[in-house]
């Protein structure tokens, strides 16, 4: 790729620029986002409106009310270290590939290139699972609007899809105001959050106590006999539980994927960062003990697989069940929206790089800045890897939707690991940006890598006993296939690496050079003064 000479005195770069063309890119996307937007697309993609209401009763089965009540701030303390850890990185490289770009150019190209493809990977199974669950609370809301409707789970699908191809078009066609839409989006997240907890506590008649939120437990899994205080609890089904949390605090990568569109984005990318994080914990957090304190009916939460609905449903008025259903599907919409920007941004940087097939096409920005054919490539891959969802699940738990979770948490956090970990063996080589963690990166970069590596196991793991190969009730429709998903690429992009790419993917490239400068063999600057 040639790359372009910088602009000269008659063409004046502003630090942005400047700072984006020493990691050796044109700023091609346009540089309209406040700091406040780019916080709002992570705050946005987490979306407690989104993830606590669809993923709700992973936890509730797997745990009850303590994976919930004490599992949220726990395991929120957790990615908010892994947070920090990212918020420094990008800080010091704000480009559009963000985690890729950060393993290739503190490591080799094998790292950035594994790292791309498992973080692309993770996008794409964020934005299909928000968008399914977006689907699944439109055909709740339909079912209960619309006379006739049966909310069968082909109509969900293709509610699925219709939601998927709008997303799509918005972010293609809404250039000018999708920065807005972000915006819009958090006020709707705490304004309808806000509201949910009102309605929560006003309209019930009756209300669990303290000791049901904070100390019982359950075990809805089929693992284990139903048995709340065995070693299985503890260390099987309670931590499979987690998923609600680490799903749902997941996606404030995008700060970075957006960081070349965001002013001052050196500061504003970190700080949004960690930031969508710490905020959306304390959000979810009271969102959550509002479902549990509300949560009266337990026998009818158990009938319905332990979904949230179930707790409005029963707990409320039949106008405030609406409400509620309405407030989080619009919360869910604006997530979808949020994730598939994201998602486009990283394919379109990564095939910058020259690393995904039909590079050429995906890599291409429109007049209006916007990479379109990288957001309709991966809104289609988003489709395909949700076409299992069409099949039945065992006993009503949606195994199909929660794979598809894992996949996105299993791949993002592990894209997360490896720049974390090339940090810590780069130790005082590396060069800071403005927002820094100083001497502390070495205790809290220790406790992400392990905790990511933790959480990646507990994940591929099989959600339901007719999940497990050999078990008498085996069934295909219940295998957790995010081991299947994430190990094919894994596979596919190592067999592709050592068989062809390691020839020739060197990382980033260079579409710009500054005065004085030349690319290094692994892509970065090199200062030809120095």
């Given at each position: 790729?040639?790359?372009?000479?910088?602009?000269?005195a008659?063409q004046?770069?502003?630090?942005?620029?400047?700072?984006?063309?020493e990691?050796?890119?044109?700023?091609?996307?346009?540089?309209?986002?406040?700091?406040?937007?780019?916080?709002?697309i992570?705050?946005?993609i987490?979306s407690?409106?989104?993830g606590?209401?669809?993923?709700?009763?992973?936890?509730?089965?797997?745990?009850?009310?303590?994976?919930?009540?004490?599992?949220?701030?726990?395991?929120?303390?957790?990615?908010?270290?892994?947070g920090?850890?990212?918020?420094?990185?990008?800080?010091?490289?704000?480009?559009?590939?963000?985690?890729?770009?950060?393993?290739?150019?503190?490591?080799?190209?094998?790292?950035?290139?594994?790292?791309?493809?498992?973080?692309?990977?993770?996008?794409?199974?964020?934005?299909a699972?928000?968008?399914?669950?977006?689907?699944?609370?439109?055909?709740?809301?339909?079912?209960?609007?619309?006379?006739?409707?049966?909310?069968?789970?082909?109509?969900?699908?293709?509610?699925?899809?219709?939601?998927?191809?709008?997303?799509?078009?918005?972010?293609?066609?809404?250039?000018?105001?999708?920065?807005?839409?972000?915006?819009?989006?958090?006020?709707?997240?705490?304004?309808?959050?806000?509201?949910?907890?009102?309605?929560?506590?006003?309209?019930?008649?009756?209300?669990?106590?303290?000791?049901?939120?904070?100390?019982?437990?359950?075990?809805?899994?089929?693992?284990?006999?139903g048995?709340?205080?065995?070693?299985?609890?503890?260390?099987y089904?309670?931590?499979?539980?987690?998923?609600?949390?680490?799903?749902?605090?997941?996606?404030?990568?995008?700060?970075?994927?957006?960081?070349?569109?965001?002013?001052?984005?050196?500061?504003?990318?970190?700080?949004?960062?960690?930031q969508?994080?710490?905020?959306?914990?304390?959000g979810?957090?009271?969102?959550?003990?509002?479902?549990?304190?509300?949560?009266?009916?337990?026998?009818?939460?158990?009938a319905?697989?332990?979904?949230?609905?179930?707790?409005?449903?029963?707990a409320?008025?039949?106008?405030?069940?609406?409400?509620?259903?309405?407030?989080?599907?619009?919360?869910?919409?604006?997530?979808?929206m949020?994730c598939?920007?994201?998602?486009?941004?990283?394919?379109?940087?990564?095939?910058?790089?020259?690393?995904?097939?039909?590079?050429?096409?995906?890599?291409?920005?429109?007049?209006?800045?916007?990479?379109?054919?990288?957001?309709?490539?991966?809104?289609?891959?988003?489709?395909?890897?949700?076409?299992?969802?069409?099949?039945?699940?065992?006993?009503?738990?949606p195994?199909?939707?929660?794979?598809?979770?894992?996949?996105?948490?299993?791949?993002?956090?592990?894209?997360?690991?490896?720049?974390?970990?090339?940090?810590?063996?780069?130790?005082?080589?590396?060069t800071?940006?403005?927002?820094?963690?100083?001497?502390?990166?070495?205790?809290?970069?220790?406790?992400?890598?392990?905790?990511?590596?933790?959480?990646?196991?507990?994940?591929?793991?099989?959600?339901?006993?007719?999940?497990?190969?050999?078990?008498?009730?085996?069934?295909?429709?219940?295998?957790?296939?995010?081991?299947?998903?994430?190990?094919?690429?894994?596979?596919?992009?190592?067999?592709?690496?050592?068989?062809?790419?390691?020839?020739?993917?060197?990382?980033?490239?260079?579409?710009?050079?500054?005065?004085?400068?030349?690319?290094a063999?692994?892509?970065?600057?090199?200062?030809?003064?120095?």
């Amino acid at each position: 790729m040639a790359t372009t000479p910088a602009p000269t005195a008659e063409q004046p770069m502003d630090d942005d620029a400047r700072r984006l063309a020493e990691l050796g890119y044109k700023q091609e996307l346009r540089r309209k986002w406040s700091g406040f937007s780019n916080f709002a697309i992570s705050f946005s993609i987490i979306s407690i409106l989104a993830g606590c209401f669809t993923t709700f009763g992973q936890a509730w089965n797997n745990g009850g009310p303590v994976a919930i009540s004490w599992g949220w701030p726990l395991i929120s303390l957790f990615i908010l270290i892994i947070g920090f850890c990212l918020a420094e990185l990008v800080s010091a490289y704000p480009t559009a590939g963000g985690i890729y770009w950060w393993a290739a150019t503190m490591g080799r190209p094998v790292h950035g290139w594994f790292t791309g493809w498992l973080n692309l990977i993770g996008l794409i199974a964020v934005t299909a699972s928000v968008d399914y669950g977006c689907a699944t609370f439109l055909n709740l809301t339909l079912s209960a609007l619309v006379d006739g409707w049966d909310g069968t789970l082909r109509q969900v699908f293709v509610l699925f899809v219709i939601i998927l191809v709008l997303h799509g078009l918005i972010n293609i066609f809404g250039h000018r105001i999708i920065d807005v839409l972000q915006n819009v989006s958090v006020w709707w997240h705490v304004a309808g959050a806000t509201a949910v907890v009102a309605i929560l506590l006003l309209v019930p008649d009756d209300h669990q106590s303290f000791q049901f939120v904070f100390t019982e437990r359950f075990n809805n899994s089929g693992f284990g006999d139903g048995d709340t205080g065995g070693v299985t609890f503890w260390l099987y089904v309670l931590p499979l539980g987690f998923l609600l949390t680490q799903y749902t605090i997941t996606g404030f990568d995008a700060c970075a994927h957006v960081s070349e569109e965001t002013r001052g984005a050196s500061q504003a990318a970190a700080r949004g960062l960690w930031q969508s994080i710490f905020y959306s914990a304390i959000g979810g957090w009271v969102l959550l003990l509002a479902f549990l304190f509300a949560a009266t009916d337990v026998e009818a939460i158990n009938a319905a697989g332990g979904f949230s609905g179930a707790i409005f449903e029963s707990a409320l008025t039949p106008f405030f069940f609406k409400a509620v259903i309405i407030i989080s599907t619009i919360g869910q919409f604006f997530c979808g929206m949020s994730c598939v920007t994201s998602m486009s941004r990283m394919a379109y940087a990564f095939s910058r790089d020259r690393a995904v097939p039909g590079w050429r096409l995906w890599s291409r920005v429109d007049r209006n800045g916007t990479p379109a054919n990288a957001i309709v490539g991966a809104t289609l891959a988003g489709l395909v890897l949700t076409l299992p969802a069409l099949y039945e699940s065992p006993a009503g738990i949606p195994v199909a939707f929660y794979a598809v979770v894992s996949v996105a948490v299993i791949g993002l956090y592990l894209s997360f690991v490896i720049p974390i970990a090339l940090r810590l063996r780069m130790g005082d080589r590396f060069t800071p940006g403005p927002w820094t963690l100083g001497r502390r990166y070495k205790v809290l970069g220790w406790i992400a890598v392990i905790e990511i590596a933790v959480i990646s196991i507990y994940f591929v793991l099989p959600i339901v006993p007719a999940g497990v190969p050999g078990h008498a009730d085996f069934s295909w429709s219940a295998v957790n296939y995010a081991p299947i998903a994430v190990g094919g690429v894994l596979l596919g992009v190592a067999v592709w690496w050592y068989a062809s790419a390691r020839k020739w993917f060197t990382g980033p490239r260079r579409t710009v050079d500054l005065p004085g400068q030349r690319a290094a063999s692994d892509g970065a600057p090199v200062d030809e003064r120095a």
